[in-house]
Structure formats: structure tokens, C-alpha cells
């Protein structure tokens, strides 16, 4: 039965929340633009240039803090033009996005490259290290399952409450819902349709950048192109599966991080008789699944996908 | 999202610039002194693997050096091609994910001496094959390994189960398993070249399970094996600089052989299509092993330098294995 005593080793549990973090950040952003009415394909490169500048950033000195700010203002400013094209110009939302990515993936190694032109590998930073909390980080078990990780998790898993908060107890994020439901209501009550969109799609890709910053910036210490690899695009799907609801976005985000976490211990338990890319779908499938069975009850945001014009019936 | 270092040619800039001194000489200025040798990389330079030829290269006499890194296969037979059309001389590259379409693009440019990495044969008039044959330094760390581990498990983490990637963990394998023969490997493959998180995650894994020595065949793995304290093999580059007291011992692949075998045959006019793996030998000086005196015993030291000679002289041959290696714990 080694295969279930996987779940009791607290460094697994350790692992699950390692792997979800940067998956917390991106479906909190994902979730934000999609509440106030725009799809945002740009995630993959968002993440993919939040992990660069905000990795670069530490290195030429700006600090850890400074890293997040500079991969935050990256990913509002990669927002801005995902918001431009797909709010006031209303361009398909699919297609924008798809391009936003390719120009940001780009981007980000065109910057890598014509700094550092004769690497022959990336040079390393300082990275965030777990913290060491008083008393919670020596408890058995919950200690290194929970309380050994660092600052970033702390502050994807604060993020959570503070998204949930802001949605459904603020006037701000009462207009961000309107806006992704019935946006000609919100322009009955004077506000603007544009800026409560373009506002929330640089906001959430702010937090998709902060993602791919912890890839680089407490994951590992260094960034490599491709590094990214698709997990921005697990977080539509788990924007999908959270119903656009921030609290199961943090559960689905752990549920595709404790999978991953599990596929890896499994490939040594039985690589020797199951091929190993078996292990690789594994997560994959599972979260299709997941999908199904939770997605079809989905009570998605009524005007995602629907560009909205002044003064059009 | 290619990146070209030179400045592109296009095809009308490349007809009118021909037919205005075809009389004279159709050759760019740049051809009478350096051999022009262009290189086409699927990813960055930074690729361990890819890292090594680019070093060689760059460091090879008599030639003028121009890349392309990070091309997809699906643009490689077009940057191929480009580079041909443009009169480089040799071509440098790997024919993994395109070995149909390169053969392709060779057979049409038979002037253009082509040396691609691949997996299968070279074939006439043109196109020559070299591959990382660096089992027998793997052998030599394999010995280091075994005669290190406590725990007699030993963890190695894989990007994709490939031949190139396979013959390495055998030999590997196979050089613990003759000074320990109690020794147990796990195998884990996380299918991408280039994903340092999910590489540490999978050598944290291994490392609860027991593994004290990492087989890093990926960026990512010493890291894991710094953070827990346990010890790493490293694997065609050397980063023991990177991750002091870590790395016990690395198996070193050297291209230079190989690029300077071909450079001097397309210079003497004698290039022909060959097999140039042999060049990655360590009798050649394409490969070699290197440790960290302060972590191996000199016993295991003088054991694996006795090896080692062996290889070279002959005496010994280190078996190449390219089946997908299993775990065995």
C-alpha cells in the first residue's frame, strides 16, 4: 500500500502547495478579468514575463520586493494592452489574447538575450527562502506540510481572501460583477464600462505576472525560457473548475498541485511496470474530469466574451 | 521567435547581389579567409547540451561563426535552407525532431557539408552525424556514486526517455553497480528539457524516498540535491562552482573533437558523410570526468583514474544501452 502512504509524508503536502502557488496567483487573475467580462489568453506570457522581469529586476539589485513590483507593473502594462484591444476596440477576446502571449514570450527573451548576450547559464539570485515561523514550523507533520514555505504562498493564499473580500463585500467589486454580467447596467449608473474592464484585466494580469515571479523568485532562483511550460494555461481551466469563485479557485489550485505532487512519488513507486508518461497525463486527465463534473453546473459571468459599445442596443 | 545574430539576407537583396558580380566572384567577401560555419539550435545557448557546441564553435580557429538559437523544428528545414542559399559552408545542428526534413534540405544542398546531431546514420554525400557519446565518463561518475551512497538509493531525474538521454543513465547505472552492487535507482522523466521547478520536484521527491545522490541530468536537480544536503552527479557541463560542496563528480562532454574533425575536412575539401560520435569518446578527448577532491576518497579516486586509463587504452569497453532505464527500488 506504499502507493496511499505517499498522502501521509508531510513533505508531499509540502510539495502540493509549493506546486500550486504560482496556479493560485494565475487563477485569482485569470478570475478577475474573466468577472468583468474579458477571457485573457495573454496568462502564458504574463506569467512568462512576470518570471523575467521580476527575476532581472533582483539581479540588476532592485530587491525581492523591488522584483514583485517591477513583475506587477510588467503585468498591468501587458493588462493595458490586452484591454485596449479587447474593451474599447472590441476585438475578439481569443485572438488578442493568443497575441498578447507571443509578443510577452517574445519580449521577455528578446530583454533576456540583449542583456545577457554570452551566459552560458542564467546567472542565479538570491531567492525567497521558506520562513521560519516561531513554534508553527516545529509542529509534527502540519509544520512542513504548511508553515515551511515562503513568503509568496503566504501571500497567494492571503490574496484569496482579499479577491473573495473585494468581489463580494465592496461596491468596487459589486460594479467589477455587473460589468462581466450585464455591463449596459453599469453604464445606466454612470461608471464606466471601459475603465472598470481595462481596470480589472490589469489587476488580474498583474497578479498572472506575480505567478511566473515565483517560478523564478522562490520556485528556483533563475529563469530559463520556457520555463513557464503550459501552467498558464491550467489556470483557465481551474477558473473554469473555481466556477469563478476565488475560494474554490485556491481549492482547484491545490487539488492540480497535490496531482502533481503525486504523480512524481508514483513514477518511482511503479515506474518499473507503468510507463512513466502515464504519470505525466495523470493531472492532466484528472483535471478534465474534475472539469466535467464540476463545470457543467459553472454559473459563468452572462456578458464573457461579449464586447460592449456605448450607445449599442 | 528565432534570433538571428546576423543580419538576414532576403531573396531579393540575395538575387540582385549575385547577379551583379556573378562575372566577378558569386563568393561574399567574408569566404576568402574564415570557413563560414553556421549553427541552428532548437533552443537557447544556455542548454547544457546545446551550450557545448556553442562553446566549441566559438571557440574553434579559422572560421566565421553565426547562429540561430530557439528555432522550432517546425522552422528548422527553412533556417536550414536559408543558411545554405546564403553560402555558408558547414552546417551545424540537430536532426532529432526533423531528421526527415534535414536529410531533405541536405541532399539538396550536396556543397553544403552538413554535421547534425541524430539518433540515426549519416547518409552520402553530405550529411554527417554526431551524438553525445559521453557514456563512458558516465560510467566513471556511475563508480563515484556507488562507492559514495549510504543509503544505497540513488535518484536520477531525465527530461525525456531518448536514446541520447538513456545511454548515459545505463552507463551510469552500470559503473555503481560494479564497485555496489546493492545499490537502487529511482527514474523519473518530467518530458520537458527546460521546466528547473518541476526537475527540483521531482528530485525532492526522490530525496524523501531516501535518495542520497542525485544523477542531475537536468537544471534544477543539484539545486534540490543543495537544499536537502545530499550530494548530485552532474551531467555534460560542470556547475560545481554553483552549488559549492554539492557535486561530487561530473561527466564533461567536450564537442570540441568533433567540430574541429569536421572543420579541418571541410577546409581540406575531404568532408564526406560520417558517423562523428566517435569524436565524443574519451579516447578522442570528448569527454572526461571530473570531481570534487574534497568529497571523493582518493581510493575512489585512484579506482576510477585506473578505469579511466583502461577505457582509454581499450582494455575496457563501457556498453551502450539505449533502452528506457526503470527504477529498481
Same mark, same amino acid.
Given at each position: 500500500?506504499?502507493?496511499?502512504?505517499?498522502?501521509?509524508?508531510?513533505?508531499?503536502?509540502?510539495?502540493?502547495?509549493?506546486?500550486?502557488?504560482?496556479?493560485?496567483?494565475?487563477?485569482?487573475?485569470?478570475?478577475?478579468?474573466?468577472?468583468?467580462?474579458?477571457?485573457?489568453?495573454?496568462?502564458?506570457?504574463?506569467?512568462? @514575463?512576470?518570471?523575467?522581469?521580476?527575476? !532581472? =529586476?533582483?539581479?540588476?539589485?532592485?530587491? /525581492?520586493? %523591488?522584483?514583485? #513590483? +517591477?513583475?506587477?507593473?510588467?503585468?498591468?502594462?501587458?493588462?493595458?494592452?490586452?484591454?485596449?484591444?479587447?474593451?474599447?476596440?472590441?476585438?475578439?477576446?481569443?485572438?488578442?489574447?493568443?497575441?498578447?502571449?507571443?509578443?510577452?514570450?517574445?519580449?521577455?527573451?528578446?530583454?533576456?538575450?540583449?542583456?545577457?548576450?554570452?551566459?552560458?547559464?542564467?546567472?542565479?539570485?538570491?531567492?525567497?527562502?521558506?520562513?521560519?515561523?516561531?513554534?508553527?514550523?516545529?509542529?509534527?507533520?502540519?509544520?512542513?506540510?504548511?508553515?515551511?514555505?515562503?513568503?509568496?504562498?503566504?501571500?497567494?493564499?492571503?490574496?484569496?481572501?482579499?479577491?473573495?473580500?473585494?468581489?463580494?463585500?465592496?461596491?468596487?467589486?459589486?460594479?467589477?460583477?455587473?460589468?462581466?454580467?450585464?455591463?449596459?447596467?453599469?453604464?445606466?449608473?454612470?461608471?464606466?464600462?471601459? @475603465?472598470?474592464?481595462?481596470?480589472?484585466? !490589469? =489587476?488580474?494580469?498583474?497578479?498572472?505576472? /506575480?505567478? %511566473?515571479?515565483? #517560478? +523564478?523568485?522562490?520556485?528556483?532562483?533563475?529563469?530559463?525560457?520556457?520555463?513557464?511550460?503550459?501552467?498558464?494555461?491550467?489556470?483557465?481551466?481551474?477558473?473554469?473548475?473555481?466556477?469563478?469563485?476565488?475560494?474554490?479557485?485556491?481549492?482547484?489550485?491545490?487539488?492540480?498541485?497535490?496531482?502533481?505532487?503525486?504523480?512524481?512519488?508514483?513514477?518511482?513507486?511503479?515506474?518499473?511496470?507503468?510507463?512513466?508518461?502515464?504519470?505525466?497525463?495523470?493531472?492532466?486527465?484528472?483535471?478534465?474530469?474534475?472539469?466535467?463534473?464540476?463545470?457543467?453546473?459553472?454559473?459563468?459571468?452572462?456578458?464573457?466574451?461579449?464586447?460592449?459599445?456605448?450607445?449599442?442596443? | 521567435?528565432?534570433?538571428?545574430?546576423?543580419?538576414?539576407?532576403?531573396?531579393?537583396?540575395?538575387?540582385?547581389?549575385?547577379?551583379?558580380?556573378?562575372?566577378?566572384?558569386?563568393?561574399?567577401?567574408?569566404?576568402?579567409?574564415?570557413?563560414?560555419?553556421?549553427?541552428?539550435?532548437?533552443?537557447?545557448?544556455?542548454?547544457?547540451?546545446?551550450?557545448?557546441?556553442?562553446?566549441?564553435?566559438?571557440?574553434?580557429?579559422?572560421?566565421?561563426?553565426?547562429?540561430?538559437?530557439?528555432?522550432?523544428?517546425?522552422?528548422?528545414?527553412?533556417?536550414?535552407?536559408?543558411?545554405?542559399?546564403?553560402?555558408?559552408?558547414?552546417?551545424?545542428?540537430?536532426?532529432?525532431?526533423?531528421?526527415?526534413?534535414?536529410?531533405?534540405?541536405?541532399?539538396?544542398?550536396?556543397?553544403?557539408?552538413?554535421?547534425?546531431?541524430?539518433?540515426?546514420?549519416?547518409?552520402?554525400?553530405?550529411?554527417?552525424?554526431?551524438?553525445?557519446?559521453?557514456?563512458?565518463?558516465?560510467?566513471?561518475?556511475?563508480?563515484?556514486?556507488?562507492?559514495?551512497?549510504?543509503?544505497?538509493?540513488?535518484?536520477?531525474?531525465?527530461?525525456?526517455?531518448?536514446?541520447?538521454?538513456?545511454?548515459?543513465?545505463?552507463?551510469?547505472?552500470?559503473?555503481?553497480?560494479?564497485?555496489?552492487?546493492?545499490?537502487?535507482?529511482?527514474?523519473?522523466?518530467?518530458?520537458?528539457?527546460?521546466?528547473?521547478?518541476?526537475?527540483?520536484?521531482?528530485?525532492?521527491?526522490?530525496?524523501?524516498?531516501?535518495?542520497?545522490?542525485?544523477?542531475?541530468?537536468?537544471?534544477?536537480?543539484?539545486?534540490?540535491?543543495?537544499?536537502?544536503?545530499?550530494?548530485?552527479?552532474?551531467?555534460?557541463?560542470?556547475?560545481?562552482?554553483?552549488?559549492?560542496?554539492?557535486?561530487?563528480?561530473?561527466?564533461?562532454?567536450?564537442?570540441?573533437?568533433?567540430?574541429?574533425?569536421?572543420?579541418?575536412?571541410?577546409?581540406?575539401?575531404?568532408?564526406?558523410?560520417?558517423?562523428?560520435?566517435?569524436?565524443?569518446?574519451?579516447?578522442?578527448?570528448?569527454?572526461?570526468?571530473?570531481?570534487?577532491?574534497?568529497?571523493?576518497?582518493?581510493?575512489?579516486?585512484?579506482?576510477?583514474?585506473?578505469?579511466?586509463?583502461?577505457?582509454?587504452?581499450?582494455?575496457?569497453?563501457?556498453?551502450?544501452?539505449?533502452?528506457?532505464?526503470?527504477?529498481?527500488?
Amino acid at each position: 500500500m506504499e502507493f496511499l502512504e505517499i498522502f501521509l509524508n508531510e513533505n508531499f503536502w509540502q510539495a502540493a502547495i509549493r506546486i500550486a502557488t504560482p496556479l493560485i496567483f494565475g487563477t485569482l487573475g485569470a478570475l478577475i478579468c474573466e468577472r468583468a467580462g474579458v477571457l485573457n489568453l495573454g496568462i502564458e506570457g504574463i506569467f512568462t @514575463a512576470g518570471a523575467m522581469s521580476g527575476w !532581472m =529586476a533582483v539581479w540588476l539589485g532592485a530587491g /525581492l520586493a %523591488g522584483g514583485l #513590483l +517591477t513583475a506587477m507593473i510588467v503585468g498591468a502594462i501587458l493588462g493595458l494592452l490586452h484591454g485596449i484591444l479587447t474593451v474599447p476596440l472590441g476585438l475578439s477576446q481569443h485572438v488578442s489574447g493568443i497575441g498578447v502571449t507571443m509578443l510577452a514570450t517574445s519580449l521577455a527573451y528578446f530583454t533576456y538575450r540583449t542583456t545577457l548576450p554570452d551566459v552560458t547559464s542564467p546567472p542565479r539570485i538570491e531567492a525567497f527562502q521558506p520562513l521560519d515561523i516561531p513554534v508553527l514550523s516545529d509542529l509534527p507533520f502540519l509544520g512542513p506540510a504548511l508553515f515551511q514555505h515562503t513568503f509568496m504562498t503566504y501571500l497567494a493564499f492571503f490574496l484569496v481572501f482579499v479577491v473573495a473580500w473585494v468581489l463580494k463585500s465592496t461596491p468596487l467589486g459589486l460594479a467589477i460583477r455587473a460589468v462581466g454580467d450585464n455591463p449596459s447596467s453599469v453604464d445606466s449608473q454612470g461608471m464606466s464600462v471601459y @475603465a472598470l474592464r481595462i481596470g480589472a484585466i !490589469m =489587476a488580474g494580469s498583474s497578479l498572472m505576472a /506575480l505567478g %511566473g515571479a515565483f #517560478l +523564478t523568485m522562490a520556485a528556483f532562483d533563475a529563469f530559463f525560457f520556457g520555463m513557464v511550460n503550459g501552467r498558464g494555461w491550467i489556470c483557465i481551466a481551474l477558473t473554469v473548475f473555481a466556477s469563478w469563485k476565488p475560494r474554490k479557485a485556491l481549492l482547484g489550485a491545490l487539488l492540480f498541485g497535490a496531482f502533481e505532487a503525486y504523480q512524481v512519488r508514483l513514477q518511482t513507486e511503479v515506474g518499473s511496470f507503468v510507463p512513466g508518461e502515464v504519470f505525466l497525463m495523470a493531472p492532466y486527465i484528472l483535471s478534465i474530469v474534475a472539469l466535467i463534473i464540476v463545470a457543467r453546473s459553472a454559473d459563468y459571468p452572462r456578458a464573457l466574451l461579449v464586447p460592449w459599445f456605448k450607445g449599442e442596443r | 521567435m528565432e534570433k538571428k545574430i546576423s543580419m538576414d539576407i532576403t531573396r531579393r537583396t540575395l538575387l540582385a547581389g549575385t547577379a551583379s558580380v556573378a562575372t566577378v566572384s558569386a563568393l561574399p567577401a567574408w569566404a576568402a579567409s574564415d570557413l563560414s560555419v553556421a549553427a541552428i539550435y532548437t533552443l537557447p545557448v544556455e542548454q547544457q547540451w546545446i551550450g557545448r557546441i556553442h562553446k566549441a564553435l566559438n571557440a574553434a580557429n579559422g572560421i566565421a561563426y553565426e547562429y540561430s538559437e530557439n528555432v522550432s523544428n517546425t522552422d528548422y528545414e527553412r533556417v536550414m535552407r536559408e543558411y545554405a542559399e546564403k553560402g555558408v559552408k558547414l552546417i551545424v545542428g540537430e536532426a532529432f525532431s526533423v531528421e526527415r526534413g534535414a536529410r531533405k534540405v541536405a541532399a539538396d544542398y550536396p556543397d553544403v557539408a552538413m554535421l547534425l546531431g541524430s539518433s540515426f546514420g549519416p547518409e552520402a554525400p553530405n550529411f554527417s552525424v554526431f551524438d553525445n557519446f559521453i557514456h563512458e565518463p558516465s560510467y566513471l561518475t556511475g563508480i563515484v556514486a556507488g562507492s559514495d551512497t549510504k543509503s544505497n538509493i540513488i535518484g536520477m531525474v531525465g527530461g525525456f526517455a531518448i536514446p541520447e538521454v538513456n545511454r548515459l543513465m545505463h552507463a551510469f547505472i552500470a559503473g555503481a553497480l560494479s564497485v555496489n552492487p546493492d545499490v537502487k535507482f529511482l527514474v523519473t522523466f518530467i518530458n520537458s528539457w527546460y521546466d528547473p521547478p518541476k526537475a527540483k520536484e521531482s528530485a525532492f521527491a526522490m530525496i524523501d524516498k531516501g535518495a542520497d545522490i542525485m544523477y542531475a541530468e537536468r537544471f534544477g536537480v543539484s539545486d534540490a540535491a543543495r537544499d536537502r544536503g545530499v550530494k548530485a552527479i552532474g551531467n555534460v557541463i560542470d556547475t560545481a562552482a554553483d552549488y559549492p560542496g554539492t557535486i561530487l563528480a561530473s561527466a564533461i562532454w567536450h564537442m570540441e573533437p568533433t567540430v574541429n574533425a569536421a572543420i579541418e575536412a571541410v577546409k581540406a575539401g575531404s568532408f564526406t558523410a560520417e558517423d562523428y560520435g566517435i569524436y565524443s569518446y574519451m579516447k578522442h578527448g570528448g569527454g572526461s570526468v571530473i570531481f570534487d577532491d574534497a568529497l571523493v576518497p582518493a581510493d575512489v579516486a585512484a579506482m576510477v583514474e585506473a578505469k579511466e586509463k583502461e577505457i582509454i587504452d581499450g582494455t575496457f569497453t563501457v556498453e551502450v544501452d539505449d533502452s528506457e532505464p526503470v527504477s529498481t527500488a
